[in-house]
């Protein structure tokens, strides 16, 4: 743990060093305007999500790091091979959590094969935006502003929630939070900046229905799953179990590929490999409380500033 926040830490602070004000790419004469546009958007943005929503007001999203078109994080997860329980890293003063970044691939390749061969269902994916929680200042990175204007929106708001609440040991719910009032924010902000019929809201809309019509098919597959895995006797062996969990993967991407979509990427996504345990568990860590969030800020009605500021009290932020 020591080795692995050295390198951690050393990459942040190497983010950190190299980002550079807003303001500069915005004078810079041969940065692209396409950009600009994105930059002039995420200044906005970061406004709106203080004054209108409620979030932490910080030197978050101030400045930007250029990736160069490079991955800069990948995302290590895994789950129990005939359970959608995940499995959890320790750390310092976050608690338990059920992913761990890396800045190096090969990095996160070893850890994962040291999982795979204790049986875990594992998961390396890229990582488009992190917070650090407000302990350091998150730059806007590059690849981000290759987003529509509606998804770049949401990823900031989704990343200064983070930054505003967030609860020791629950990182569910402080996904599933991030993740509803970044789209519920994101959309509010393409009305009243753009107009309810402008092209960017009607973007957004058709990207938000293909989002939620793949969640909802995923979510229904791992109560499918759980309810699988209940069946399982305790003495059942293996090569049954991975047989009846296959079978089941094959029934969740057949669901997928009669379903459509406005957006022809969700189409055969899953044609190379099938998901596994620790895929499910991606989606209800963001998305399995969208419910009960709902209720909660009807409780408020639906003023996020009420909302923020109630769980600020609440979660002592």
Do not use: C
Request: proline share 3%; no cysteine.
């Amino acid at each position: 743990m020591i080795q692995y926040g050295y390198f951690q830490a050393r990459g942040q602070l190497k983010v950190i060093m190299e980002a550079r004000p807003i303001e500069e790419f915005l004078e810079d004469s041969d940065f692209p305007d396409s950009l600009k546009h994105k930059l002039q958007l995420a200044k906005i943005v970061r406004q709106y999500a203080i004054d209108s929503l409620g979030l932490h007001n910080s030197d978050n999203y101030t400045k930007l790091y250029n990736q160069k078109g490079k991955v800069l994080l990948w995302n290590l997860s895994a789950s129990e091979p005939y359970e959608l329980k995940a499995y959890e890293w320790k750390y310092p003063i976050l608690g338990s959590m059920p992913y761990k970044g890396f800045f190096e691939l090969e990095k996160a390749k070893k850890e994962a094969k040291i999982l795979d061969s204790l049986g875990y269902d594992i998961r390396i994916r890229p990582v488009g935006g992190w917070s650090t929680l407000g302990i350091l200042q998150d730059p806007l990175l590059s690849n981000m502003l290759e987003r529509s204007d509606g998804d770049l929106t949401e990823t900031i708001i989704h990343e200064l929630t983070h930054a505003t609440i967030f609860v020791k040991n629950e990182i569910e719910f402080n996904e599933n939070l991030a993740s509803f009032i970044g789209e519920k924010g994101a959309e509010k902000f393409l009305i009243s900046h753009f107009g309810d019929s402008s092209a960017q809201h009607l973007e957004y809309i058709q990207e938000q229905a293909d989002s939620k019509t793949l969640t909802h098919l995923i979510l229904y597959g791992a109560k499918k799953l759980d309810s699988l895995y209940a069946s399982f006797d305790k003495g059942m062996p293996n090569a049954i179990k991975d047989s009846l969990k296959h079978e089941q993967m094959l029934l969740i991407k057949q669901d997928l590929d009669s379903t459509s979509f406005y957006n022809k990427k969700y189409y055969g996504i899953f044609d190379k490999y099938l998901p596994n345990n620790a895929y499910f568990m991606m989606f209800r860590r963001y998305h399995n409380q969208e419910d009960s969030l709902q209720m909660i800020y009807e409780s408020y009605d639906k003023n996020f500033l009420k909302m923020i500021e109630g769980m600020k009290q609440k979660y002592g932020k």
